[in-house]
């Protein structure tokens, strides 16, 4: 091996310009050897030169190459050595020119991607191949990035559910995937020789175009269009419009659309189910709401006041009991069709539940509203046929008038209800118009009488349950369980409007049964889910006490429920103990015998004298929640709390706290040794179903 005068080793190529001028030698070197892209010869499957920009390409020194150590087999990739060899092996077409690229390893083992530039000569008497070689690693990563996002595109494109199109700028279709011909009817190359026009049903063309404009001038849109398929079906759809641009020029209009048809006509079935009875197809009461507000609305200012009529029929429930449900509905349907022919386009007719009917009259002024209820009360008294059967019915009617823009849809039903129960319950007039002399609250009273006869039966009573905490642990100690009336269209009826008819009609002994068994069960059903057990508390009142066998129907629930006694517990209202029975006193004192807690429920608000305290032994005391509220605004209710804790633990008794709702009436109440504590703050009542009672046991 040579070597120049710079101790360098001479290759293959230098050794030619040993002899020559020192000018050739370094033009060759500045020229090749430093050249800012890669060359080499290949002579017998080895390096004989490479300058030292290959040398850096591929990360291995001019040495390593030239000695043999790293030939083209160890560089290139095995499943492109292929192209190399056969350039070798072909020794005809000498001064050739080649272009291909292959894969090569780096030292590091970096794989990158090659351009080799290749021209077989015969140097020497040999074969050899010279050339360069461009790293395109950059280049082929970029090309297969976006082959990938054109393929993604294209499956996007191809496979979407949904029809995918583009139109040019004349609303010609130029491209559709194959959605659009399961939406349409019409193949591709169908499709791609139309415009979007004569596929639009005409009513909505005039959007279309619209929106297509809109795309066009840039602005990206959604509506709904529906179609004509080539089958001749109507199809709803939801579009979507978006400019097409090329080199910031919008050359066209892109198009997503979804086939809705099907989702619309559930839409449409639900809304019936929402808004309209099923078997008369009248609107139901929510809808005749709505109604009735915007005519309340659309008549401010008017003269005219729209009027609310609420009729229900008599004997209704007799004539469907006495001839069968299928004529009942049958009946129901006549009598629909009578009141829709007996008003204007402009009223409304709707069915709230059984056999209450209600008109609203939006335009006719008092004369006419009066004139149209005997109308309607005529109608309705004539024969009516069905099923073989004939029976003539009357209607009892109310009338009430919109008293200006304040008052609200339910208020003016309520009220031609209330006139409607007082027409029912007097049968003095074919219909009563309602008026700040008649007695709403009775006619709501009767209203409830009523309903509360088939509450228990329809399951429209329900318990919800309020946690009772210890107020030292903050751990739970018992739950009162109070009771809630759901009527399907009175909505949530307060107790307090309804238990003190429940007692005047004596319903309130088959109501209070139901509630205690009701609770006992839920408690037993805690207790056997593992948790801790706690008292149920229930409200009783006195004249559940005064039934005879009012203890054995307590026991019988305990034994029937699997209940023990000690978990029960039974509030009594302070007035109670001013009712001086012998048969009152029995019944606590066996109450108690049997291991029953009682408690007191309201303390402070009666005229209790301190020896019913001392003579019954109540188990607790519950502090009414208006002294509790009166803690927060610093009044009288501080002492008379205070005091009302320190007797009840001077006679041994647990004192529980109403109707806590703020951190200042705990402070208070934790101050003057309150054991336990009841209100918001704490929980309100709910369904058992919504109660965490793990979390009520561990926090």
Same mark, same amino acid.
Request: aromatic residues 10%; contains cysteine.
């Given at each position: ?49 490479? %300058?030292?920009?290959?040398?850096? =390409?591929? *990360? #291995? &020194?001019?040495?390593?190459? +030239?000695?043999?150590?790293?030939? /083209? ?103 559709? %995937?194959?959605?659009?011909?399961? =939406?349409? *009817? #019409? &193949?591709?190359?169908?499709? +791609?020789?139309?415009?979007?026009? /004569? ?109 609310? =009529? ?390």
């Amino acid at each position: 091996m040579e070597y120049d005068k710079n101790n360098r080793k001479s290759s293959g190529i230098e050794k030619m310009f040993l002899s020559s001028d020192v000018l050739y030698k370094d033009l060759f070197d500045g020229m090749v050897h430093q050249a800012p892209i890669s060359m080499y010869i290949v002579k017998d499957w080895s390096y004989s030169y490479v %300058n030292q920009h290959f040398c850096e =390409l591929i *990360g #291995y &020194s001019e040495e390593d190459l +030239l000695n043999g150590s790293i030939t /083209p087999n160890t560089l290139i990739h095995p499943e492109d050595l292929a192209i190399i060899q056969a350039r070798m092996l072909n020794s005809d077409n000498l001064d050739t020119y080649a272009r291909y690229r292959v894969r090569v390893y780096r030292s590091d083992g970096q794989l990158r991607h090659v351009e080799v530039h290749s021209t077989k000569k015969q140097w020497q008497n040999e074969t050899v191949l010279c050339g360069t070689v461009i790293d395109i690693t950059a280049e082929v990563t970029a090309n297969l990035l976006v082959k990938e996002n054109e393929d993604r595109l294209n499956s996007l494109f191809v496979h979407n559910p949904d029809a995918v199109f583009t139109f040019d700028l004349e609303g010609n279709f130029k491209t559709a %995937n194959p959605a659009c011909e399961t =939406l349409s *009817g #019409y &193949s591709i190359s169908e499709i +791609l020789q139309l415009t979007f026009s /004569p596929m639009i049903v005409s009513e909505d063309l005039p959007t279309a175009l619209l929106h297509f404009r809109n795309a066009l001038s840039g602005i990206t849109e959604t509506y709904d269009v529906a179609i004509i398929r080539k089958d001749g079906k109507k199809r709803n759809l939801l579009v979507t419009n978006f400019p097409m641009k090329a080199n910031g020029t919008i050359i066209g209009a892109y198009g997503i659309a979804k086939d809705i048809t099907d989702e619309l006509y559930y839409k449409n079935v639900m809304e019936e189910l929402a808004f309209f009875d099923p078997l008369t197809r009248l609107p139901n009461r929510k809808l005749f709401e709505d109604r009735v507000n915007q005519a309340i609305e659309s008549t401010s200012g008017e003269k005219r006041r729209p009027a609310v =009529l609420s009729l229900n029929l008599d004997r209704f429930k007799f004539i469907n009991d006495s001839f069968g449900h299928q004529f009942g509905d049958e009946f129901l349907k006549g009598i629909a069709q009578r009141l829709l022919d007996s008003v204007n386009g402009c009223d409304t007719v709707g069915r709230f539940a059984g056999d209450e009917f209600a008109v609203l009259l939006p335009n006719l002024n008092q004369q006419e509203v009066f004139r149209l209820a005997e109308q309607l009360h005529e109608s309705l008294a004539k024969p009516f046929e069905a099923l073989g059967h004939a029976v003539a019915i009357s209607a009892s009617v109310g009338i009430a008038f919109s008293i200006g823009p304040e008052e609200t849809s339910n208020a003016l039903i309520k009220k031609a209800d209330a006139a409607m129960y007082y027409t029912k319950k007097h049968k003095t007039n074919q219909y009563t118009v309602y008026s700040e002399e008649l007695d709403q609250q009775s006619a709501y009273r009767l209203t409830i009488e009523r309903e509360l006869k088939s509450a228990l039966t329809k399951q429209e009573m329900v318990l919800h349950y309020q946690p009772i905490i210890q107020l030292k642990s903050g751990k739970l100690s018992a739950m009162e369980a109070l009771i809630r009336w759901n009527h399907p269209e009175l909505g949530l009826v307060p107790p307090d409007i309804f238990i003190p008819v429940t007692e005047e009609t004596g319903q309130i002994v088959s109501i209070g049964r139901w509630v205690l068994h009701t609770a006992c069960t839920q408690n037993k059903a805690w207790q056997d889910q593992g948790y801790p057990p706690i008292k149920i508390c229930v409200n009783i009142s006195t004249i559940q006490l005064q039934q005879p066998n009012f203890v054995q129907t307590v026991k019988a629930i305990l034994e029937e429920t699997g209940l023990s006694a000690e978990w029960l517990e039974l509030e009594v209202t302070e007035s109670i103990l001013l009712v001086d029975t012998d048969l009152l006193k029995c019944s606590l004192n066996s109450l108690k015998e049997l291991g029953v807690s009682m408690s007191i429920d309201d303390f402070g608000t009666g005229y209790t004298s301190l020896s019913y305290l001392r003579q019954f032994s109540f188990d607790r005391v519950k502090i009414d929640r208006s002294f509790v509220e009166d803690i927060s605004k610093n009044l009288n209710g501080k002492a008379i709390t205070a005091t009302i804790i320190s007797l009840a633990h001077q006679l041994n008794m647990t004192v529980v706290a109403e109707g806590i709702e703020e951190q200042t009436q705990l402070a208070f109440l934790h101050g003057e040794n309150c054991d336990e504590g009841q209100g918001y703050y704490f929980g309100r009542p709910l369904p058992a179903e919504l109660h965490n009672l793990f979390t009520l046991f561990n926090q």
